[in-house]
């Protein structure tokens, strides 16, 4: 009798689900979330314009006014930005459109793994790039990978490790490639840089955003392109229907407004603890932190220790940090989101303990 499994394509078959051990803790610094909660100046004004809105009827098909806040706060062109259900959303509409047999993305990695996940479901070749040794961006193998390559996908500042793609690396890569470039920019708030500038340069500059993490909003789920107005109507292609609620565009819209007032000491507050946790961590025998540019700290275990029994001995003390050992390169490495002063204080002070 023929096995219904067999009528799953076969690409899909080979590759393992991106997921999630779903551990509850009071301190929870695995997910790269904002420790600190939307602040309720900006919950009270969203719920208020919320309650007035009648919620039998369907968000606009076009959500126009929240595509033009978003192009006024990146500086960039209404038509040119495309709105999602958070930027994973968008990541697998632009592949969509761009993946088939025979199609190669390059891919520098260890990084986000949901970008590698989708281009094998559908159907296309990734051509890895491997991180230097210090875990920075081997900008020469890129652009050599890319010579035979459609796609490049970078995701900077990187998920796990922090490092960023220097703008020159990036202007070059674009100068020289035919093909499309994809520079994730779910962190960029923590660097204090972005490439959205070289978008009017480069037509084949793709740029992702989040509000999952400076923004405060992982719960709601928004994320945004911006691309040329040409690229953006295909990509748009990928895309389901309503695909943002009207709850997360007015959350979106009323977070960029309070941005400077209410978000931004917030983002502030994370780089300085960022700097003042890794230099803690340096200080601990049995660990080497990485300098990062993003609100996490990709950390190796140097002592007699694997990550798995880190991991366990943190639980215990209901403490959550992500396990990223089985990323490429990364056999012995932890990365630790940048938590409130109060989570990173109780987090050194368990790892004192235990190094």
Same mark, same amino acid.
């Given at each position: 009798?023929? @096995? *219904?499994?067999?009528?799953?394509?076969?690409?899909?078959?080979?590759?393992?689900? =991106?997921?999630?051990?779903?551990?509850?803790?009071?301190?929870?610094?695995?997910?790269?979330?904002?420790?600190? &909660?939307?602040?309720?100046?900006?919950?009270?004004?969203?719920?208020?314009?919320?309650?007035?809105?009648?919620? /039998?009827?369907?968000?606009?098909?076009?959500?126009?006014?929240?595509?033009?806040?978003?192009?006024?706060?990146?500086?960039?062109? /209404? &038509?040119?930005?495309?709105?999602?259900?958070?930027? @994973?959303?968008?990541?697998?509409?632009?592949?969509?459109?761009?993946?088939?047999?025979?199609?190669?993305?390059?891919?520098?990695?260890?990084?986000?793994?949901?970008?590698?996940?989708?281009?094998?479901?559908?159907?296309?070749? %990734?051509?890895?790039?491997?991180?230097?040794?210090?875990?920075? =961006?081997?900008?020469?193998?890129?652009?050599?990978?890319?010579?035979?390559?459609?796609?490049?996908?970078?995701?900077?500042? @990187?998920?796990?490790?922090?490092?960023?793609?220097?703008?020159?690396?990036?202007?070059?890569?674009?100068?020289?490639?035919?093909?499309?470039? %994809?520079?994730?920019?779910?962190?960029?708030?923590?660097?204090?840089?972005?490439?959205?500038?070289?978008?009017?340069?480069?037509?084949?500059?793709?740029?992702?955003?989040?509000?999952?993490?400076?923004?405060?909003?992982?719960?709601?789920?928004? +994320?945004?392109?911006?691309?040329?107005?040409?690229?953006?109507?295909?990509?748009?292609?990928?895309?389901?229907?309503?695909?943002?609620?009207?709850?997360?565009?007015?959350?979106?819209?009323?977070?960029?407004?309070?941005?400077?007032?209410?978000?931004? *000491?917030?983002?502030?507050?994370?780089?300085?603890?960022?700097?003042?946790?890794?230099?803690?961590?340096?200080?601990? @025998? +049995?660990?080497?932190? =990485? *300098?990062?540019?993003?609100?996490?700290?990709?950390?190796?275990?140097?002592? &007699?220790?694997? *990550?798995?029994?880190?991991?366990?001995?943190?639980?215990?003390?209901?403490?959550?940090?992500?396990? %990223?050992?089985? =990323?490429?390169?990364?056999?012995?490495?932890?990365?630790?989101?940048?938590?409130?002063?109060?989570?990173?204080?109780?987090?050194?002070?368990?790892?004192?303990?235990?190094?």
């Amino acid at each position: 009798m023929p @096995n *219904p499994i067999e009528k799953i394509k076969s690409q899909v078959r080979r590759v393992s689900a =991106y997921t999630l051990n779903a551990v509850e803790t009071k301190i929870k610094i695995n997910q790269n979330e904002n420790p600190f &909660d939307m602040p309720e100046a900006i919950k009270s004004e969203v719920l208020a314009r919320i309650a007035k809105r009648p919620w /039998s009827r369907y968000p606009s098909f076009v959500p126009s006014e929240l595509l033009e806040t978003l192009a006024a706060f990146a500086n960039w062109h /209404s &038509d040119g930005v495309l709105a999602g259900n958070g930027s @994973n959303e968008l990541i697998q509409a632009l592949l969509t459109v761009t993946v088939q047999p025979g199609v190669k993305v390059v891919i520098s990695e260890p990084t986000f793994t949901l970008y590698r996940l989708l281009v094998e479901i559908l159907g296309g070749e %990734v051509i890895s790039v491997p991180l230097t040794a210090d875990f920075q =961006y081997n900008t020469a193998e890129i652009e050599k990978a890319a010579e035979s390559a459609d796609i490049v996908i970078i995701c900077s500042p @990187n998920n796990p490790t922090g490092c960023r793609l220097d703008d020159q690396d990036l202007e070059r890569l674009l100068e020289n490639f035919s093909g499309l470039v %994809v520079l994730d920019e779910a962190y960029y708030e923590f660097a204090r840089k972005s490439v959205v500038e070289l978008l009017g340069k480069h037509s084949n500059l793709i740029v992702l955003r989040t509000f999952s993490k400076a923004m405060a909003l992982a719960g709601l789920r928004v +994320g945004y392109l911006l691309a040329s107005p040409e690229l953006t109507r295909e990509i748009a292609k990928g895309k389901l229907p309503y695909n943002v609620n009207f709850f997360s565009i007015t959350a979106a819209m009323v977070a960029i407004e309070y941005f400077q007032q209410c978000l931004q *000491p917030l983002v502030d507050s994370l780089i300085s603890e960022r700097q003042r946790l890794f230099e803690a961590l340096l200080q601990i @025998n +049995g660990l080497k932190p =990485y *300098p990062s540019e993003a609100n996490f700290i990709l950390t190796e275990i140097v002592a &007699d220790m694997k *990550p798995v029994e880190l991991m366990s001995s943190l639980q215990q003390e209901e403490i959550l940090i992500r396990d %990223v050992s089985k =990323y490429p390169m990364l056999g012995r490495h932890v990365r630790i989101s940048v938590g409130t002063t109060e989570e990173n204080d109780l987090l050194l002070s368990k790892l004192r303990l235990i190094f």
